[in-house]
């Protein structure tokens, strides 16, 4: 492949408030050539028709399509037949819109996990997946474990590694592995060779009182080198699309790692990780751009929201021109 597609990941713009076909047309305006749609507020998201309306429309207007959201893995026991079903679910509407992924999570973050050692909830991950094997590869297609706020890139790996990696890979995002204390890069060099798509998200990290900040910013304004992340997805990656992901409007976020109650949650660290991360926050510093900030999100002032929608679409239109003629992504454009 001579260059990755180029996609956009449609939460990005969530405060537009776009149903599903307005989305697939603003990718098409961008000369895009993937949607990804998640979080989908369409009122007709669970509808088969509309699910064939928009496989038709993507393929009209020259888009791959993926979506299909799973969820997440349950906090207790009681909770697990809700999520098969979610499962089950996911891969109809996967296969509805023309897609050969659904995405799916451990957990939003370390502190939601399960109760337990981590270890643990990393088999009931590896069970619950496999329980599902069948429908899955009937379908013809896979699950793609999103490495969020919960796990580190090398327990995501086992994760994929143990249900197995014919019907599971990697929904790899370069915005979380901040949260978890790493350095994106090493998030790639693990799960690309697993890697079912790439999300891009770019981050600020500096050294702050008593631990480390991070915070999301447009793509190629924060601390991470995204040449160095395409160049090593390119070594080790299969074909794969790539979407802007900018995630902003949220605040600084401050790891406390010099307090010993903080790191109680981060046990199963390892050293040399936490030595990577460091050295990426030493090259860090706070982001000196305009960014308006969401106070409550969901309960925005009509003058704030109006606000975030502008920002919203400047940083994804900011982060597409980056990816182009900086990271040489994408192909319809160059037509």
């Known amino acids: 492949m001579d260059h990755f597609p180029l996609g956009f990941n449609t939460y990005s713009v969530r405060a537009m408030r776009w149903q599903d076909l307005k989305l697939l047309e603003y990718g ?23 699910w064939k309306a928009l496989k038709e429309s993507a393929a009209r207007l020259g888009l791959e399509l993926h979506g299909g959201d799973a969820g997440a893995l349950p ?3 009681d909770g697990m037949a809700a999520t098969m079903q979610r499962l089950r679910d996911g891969i109809k509407h996967a296969v509805g819109i023309g897609s050969k992924l659904v995405r799916f999570r451990v957990a939003g973050d370390r502190a939601s996990l399960p109760p337990g050692p981590v270890e643990k909830t ?4 590896i069970r619950t997946l496999r329980s599902v094997r069948t429908e899955a590869m009937d379908a013809g297609v896979k699950f793609a474990i999103e490495n969020h706020k919960d796990l580190f890139c090398r327990q995501t790996r086992q994760v994929i590694d143990g249900a197995g990696k014919e019907f599971v890979g990697s929904y790899l995002d370069t915005g979380n592995p901040v949260f978890v204390m790493e350095d994106p890069l090493s998030t790639v060099e693990t799960l690309g060779p697993v ?6 998200r770019d981050s600020v990290v500096y050294e702050s009182h008593n631990g480390v900040a991070v915070q999301w910013v447009p793509l190629g304004e924060g601390v991470v080198d995204f040449k160095k992340i395409v160049a090593k997805a390119k070594e080790v990656s299969p074909p794969i699309a790539v979407y802007n992901k900018p995630i902003t409007g949220r605040p600084p976020l401050v790891l406390v790692i010099y307090d010993p109650e903080f790191m109680k949650n981060w046990t199963d660290m390892r050293a040399a990780d936490l030595a990577r991360f460091l050295a990426l926050a030493k090259q860090g510093r706070p982001y000196e751009g305009p960014m308006v ?3 409550v999100p969901g309960k925005i002032a009509e003058p ?5 929608q502008y920002q919203q679409r400047e940083h994804m239109e900011r982060g597409v021109e980056y990816a182009r003629k900086v990271l040489d992504l994408g192909v319809k454009w160059r037509a």
């Open 28 to 50: 098409a305006s961008l000369k895009l050539d993937a949607v990804y749609l998640q979080d989908s507020i369409d009122p007709l998201n669970n509808d088969p028709a509309h």
């Open 75 to 77: 906090r207790t026991p």
């Open 122 to 125: 990393m088999e009931t991950m």
């Open 195 to 200: 890697a079912v798509m790439l999300h891009l």
């Open 293 to 295: 900030i969401e106070d």
């Open 304 to 308: 704030l929201a109006a606000a975030l």
